[in-house]
């Protein structure tokens, strides 16, 4: 898998830095789009992850995006990472 960082990380939250690099370091060992699914699905059962990021899928993509400190029901302008697969 191709891991692309396309902006900068805030760590606003405490868990955020952790959460990052274990979401970073999980997405580099898959090897297909159905693992990718598998980490998300996994991230996305925690609570910190959602309240830190939002991500979405595209046709050969996932990207990951942070969440706005002032309002998390936003997310931030840029993306914070692609994968592609």
């Given at each position: 898998?191709?891991?692309?960082?396309?902006?900068?990380?805030?760590?606003?939250?405490?868990?955020?830095?952790?959460?990052?690099?274990?979401?970073?370091?999980?997405?580099?060992?898959?090897?297909?789009?159905?693992?990718?699914?598998n980490?998300?699905?996994?991230?996305?059962?925690?609570?910190?992850?959602?309240t830190?990021?939002?991500?979405?899928?595209?046709?050969?993509?996932?990207?990951?995006?942070?969440?706005?400190?002032?309002?998390?029901?936003?997310?931030m302008e840029?993306?914070?990472?692609?994968?592609?697969?």
């Amino acid at each position: 898998m191709k891991v692309i960082i396309e902006s900068m990380f805030f760590g606003w939250h405490e868990n955020a830095p952790e959460t990052f690099i274990k979401l970073v370091n999980s997405l580099v060992l898959t090897k297909d789009e159905t693992e990718v699914r598998n980490v998300m699905q996994h991230f996305a059962q925690s609570t910190t992850f959602n309240t830190i990021f939002a991500y979405g899928f595209g046709a050969h993509h996932i990207w990951v995006a942070q969440r706005m400190i002032t309002a998390p029901e936003k997310i931030m302008e840029n993306r914070l990472l692609i994968v592609e697969f």
